[in-house]
């Protein structure tokens, strides 16, 4: 009898000893220390006590895609329709160019004498398919548009504000291009013509978003504005000259016009 009670009672310290063991393994178990899959050392998605979590790495980002020509176009299927034109790089050179505050819209003023042979080669391509082009004789990219400040921004934020969250921010942005864009719709039966080129800018797509910010804030309704989802960024180079029938005049959004890869017309080469 008293050699069973001794057995009892060793078994009773060996079950309070393990136990204790097991909860001193658990608790010394960092709750991030918890494998996502099946790796070595790791049971039941547990690290063994002492044992570090496998190694992680975080990505490197992309290089911007910015001063030249843009990665993964997506170009329509009948691309290119014109012959390949040059660009020269000068376009990229904006930063020491002074923002332009403007009474209904935004931009991102360039470097026009860059732009300027690009202008004149389209105008004489268009002339051979008998199309007179006109120009404003500048050279900007379109960060907001008139008819996005005058139909929605406008009654809860004012043009000097949108200035002022714009001019720290414009000159620098940074660009890359993707075509020559071609954008048409008929008017009083003769077909509006405008030609531009089609770029890409998260740093532009960041301002509008600061702006949306604003206007939200201010008590406008966020579905009337989106800062980046339909935000087409372009430079105008030239539209069809005036004639009896027909006022030329760029064209946006509100005409149901995209200028973004579904416009693209012809290549452009970087010089």
Excluded at 55 to 71: E, H, L, R, S, V
Excluded at 139 to 147: G, R
Excluded at 169 to 196: E, K
Excluded at 222 to 241: E, K, M, Q, W, Y
Aim: charged letters at 15%; one cysteine or more; hydrophobic letters at 40%.
């Amino acid at each position: 009898m008293e050699r069973s009670a001794i057995i009892a009672a060793l078994l009773t310290l060996l079950c309070v000893c393990a136990a204790e063991d097991s909860q001193e393994n658990l608790s010394s178990v960092n709750p991030l220390q918890v494998a996502t899959g099946v790796a070595s050392g790791v049971v039941n998605g547990l690290l063994h006590k002492g044992q570090t979590p496998p190694a992680t790495t975080t990505p490197t980002p992309a290089p911007y895609d910015a001063d030249k020509i843009c990665d993964n176009i997506s170009f329509p299927p009948t691309f290119p329709l014109g012959p390949v034109f040059n660009l020269s790089k000068g376009i990229f050179t904006s930063s020491n160019i002074a923002f332009q505050p403007k009474t209904t819209y935004v931009q991102q003023t360039l470097d026009y004498t860059s732009v300027q042979p690009l202008y004149n080669a389209v105008a004489a391509y268009a002339a051979t398919k008998g199309l007179t082009l006109a120009n404003r004789g500048e050279a900007h990219i379109t960060v907001l548009t008139p008819p996005e400040y005058l139909n929605v921004l406008q009654p809860f934020i004012s043009i000097d504000q949108i200035n002022a969250i714009a001019a720290p921010l414009v000159q620098n942005a940074r660009f890359c291009v993707l075509c020559l864009g071609r954008d048409t719709l008929p008017i009083n039966g003769t077909l509006n013509t405008v030609f531009n080129v089609v770029v890409r800018s998260p740093d532009l797509a960041a301002v509008r978003s600061k702006i949306f910010d604003a206007y939200v804030k201010a008590g406008g309704d966020g579905s009337r504005f989106s800062a980046t989802n339909i935000f087409s960024p372009h430079v105008t180079l030239g539209f069809r000259a005036t004639n009896p029938s027909f006022v030329a005049t760029d064209l946006f959004v509100e005409n149901g016009i995209y200028k973004w890869d579904n416009s693209c017309f012809a290549p452009l080469n970087l010089v």
